[in-house]
């Protein structure tokens, strides 16, 4: 077990806050399941008051499925963001993972952490051959949901941890890549064009520079930044009109190259009057914006508010007129950001790195770092290559696994089909009844390649086990049937080595007279 203790907390938090400049930074709460640490909702609220502008859980969702009081707890501790498991739509789709009623679960807690406060990102790890016919299923589920879903992580399959040594027949039929999921996304809902609507990440860093630009050098925060290489993480961002259910990709109305050009001059210019910069930006908006292509009710004021809310342009935006997000928000605040009718839905794929795409130059702009007693490891270090996930928790282990539960009891296991028992499993949230019906994903199990790890080191044995008993029926068939005797167990046998072969004679050359 490697279970940190509260002064471990405060410690990481406390060293991760200091660094310099002071740019807003989000922290999330990870493990295994953090919410089953006693120490969750002490950790929610010291982030919160120490400065981290996103405080994060990523959760399976089952203690909040199964306490809309947990959720408010969470909420008024300063959770703002839950990163949940969300594999695709409806328990078959969910059944990989060996939980009765997993999808129910899911919608219980996205149910739960709304109403609380929390926002909700439905969290993705496609594979090829098991869930990748949920990529368009789960795009629709945000689009039939605006109010309540903001955003979506797909995050195509890393093979490390029991998986580093994947066979190779398995990673092929297995890997799942960006590009795979940008035309998947087209190809099953016809939302977006892969080329035109794609964008890396690290492509929001000019606007973030442009955000510090209007809030000026005497800001208490820099403005959180993504400066991650391009092959880390690529996004498509949407807008959706929360009354009509009309989404429109941004970029189909909005010339993104172009405004990033123009805001880039802006960010260059530096100039100090706030309201030039903001003019400019404006005029920049209205010089790429395409109001025959944007959604029907959107107009320009609303692309020039949204900009605002989203990077703080005017003191309206500063002052907590769209809503605070600061840690003295409240529930108003909350109310305030969601009144909103147009959601803003950021359809993102972050690809971690495993030991066969492994790239050192994205190692080395690595914005997801791990916070562990040794230091902060980036993210993709830390799960591949030497191990530092194993080094780290080798060398702060808090007791074997059987002490631990001898001191702490075994809390609940949900395994093997069983289902988690919920007081309600009714929701609100708007599904697509052919979506559900899909069914469970069986291109794997036609093409006879393992799915899991664990699978592969079965057949494995299974072979090897195979194998032996092939050998021993070989020897009884020689035995009874040939009548072979087995050779004595004191036999020795010696074998000679061949005899060197003689060199050859030499032999004399012949030469011959010419006109003798």
């Known amino acids: 077990m490697h279970e940190l203790s509260w002064e471990d907390i405060q410690t990481l938090l406390d060293n991760a806050i200091s660094i310099k400049p002071r740019r807003q930074m989000s922290v999330q709460f990870s493990g295994g399941e953090p919410t089953l640490s006693p120490y969750f909702l002490d950790a929610v609220r010291y982030s919160r008051k120490v400065g981290y502008n996103s405080v994060q859980a990523a959760t399976n ?13 969470a909420a008024e501790a300063g959770l703002r963001y839950a990163y949940l498991q969300f594999d695709g739509i409806g328990n078959e789709a969910n059944s990989h993972r060996a939980v009765g009623n997993l999808f129910d679960v899911k919608l219980r807690a996205i149910e739960n952490l709304w109403k609380a406060g929390v926002d909700i990102v439905p969290v993705i790890t496609i594979i090829n051959g098991i869930n990748n016919e949920q990529v368009g299923a789960v795009v629709r589920f945000a689009l039939d949901n605006p109010k309540k879903i903001p955003f979506l992580s797909f995050q195509p399959v890393s093979f490390t941890g029991r998986d580093e040594a994947v066979t190779d027949d398995r990673r092929q039929a297995q890997r799942y890549t960006l590009s795979h999921l940008a035309h998947d996304v087209k190809n099953q809902t016809g939302l977006g064009e892969p080329v035109r609507d794609w964008f890396p990440i690290s492509f929001m860093s000019t606007f973030s ?34 009354e009509t259910k009309e989404a429109v990709p941004v970029t189909a109305f909005l010339n993104a190259d172009r405004l990033a050009k123009d805001i880039a001059r802006i960010n260059d210019a530096a100039r100090t009057s706030r309201w030039m ?8 908006l209205l010089h790429n914006y395409n109001p025959f292509k944007s959604p029907t009710h959107f107009k320009l004021t609303d692309l020039i508010a949204k900009f605002d809310k989203c990077f703080g342009m005017t003191p309206k935006a500063q002052q907590g007129g769209y809503g605070k997000v600061t840690g003295d928000r409240t529930i108003e605040d909350i109310t305030k950001r969601r009144n909103d009718r147009w959601n803003f839905l950021f359809v993102a794929g972050m690809w971690f790195q495993d030991l066969f795409n492994y790239d050192f130059r994205r190692t080395e702009q690595c914005i997801i770092p791990y916070a562990t007693q040794e230091g902060e490891i980036s993210f993709c270090a830390y799960n591949t290559g030497v191990g530092w996930r194993n080094i780290i928790e080798k060398m702060h282990m808090t007791a074997t696994l059987t002490k631990w539960y001898e ?69 009884l068939y020689r035995e009874q049937i040939l009548k072979e005797k087995p050779a004595p167990a004191d036999l020795v046998q010696m074998i000679m080595p061949a005899p060197k072969p003689e060199p050859a004679a030499d032999k004399a050359e012949a030469v011959g007279s010419f006109g003798d």
Do not use: Y
């Open 407 to 475: 001191d702490h009891g075994r809390h609940e296991i949900v395994a093997g089909g069983k289902k988690v028992n919920l007081v309600s499993e009714d929701h609100s949230l708007v599904l697509r009844a052919e979506d559900v019906r899909h069914g469970k994903q069986t291109d794997l199990d036609q093409l006879g390649i393992a799915k899991t790890a664990r699978e592969e080191k079965t057949r494995a044995r299974d072979e090897k086990l195979k194998q032996q008993e092939n050998e021993r029926m070989a020897k």
């Open 277 to 284: 910069n903001v003019m400019g930006v404006s005029l920049a």
């Open 61 to 73: 969702g089952i203690e909040f499925a199964k306490s809309p009081e947990f959720c408010k707890q």
């Open 209 to 242: 520079d442009f955000a510090d630009l209007v809030h000026g050098p005497s800001a208490d925060w820099g403005q959180l930044s993504c400066g991650c290489h391009p092959n880390c993480g690529i996004g498509m961002a949407v807008m959706c009109d929360k």
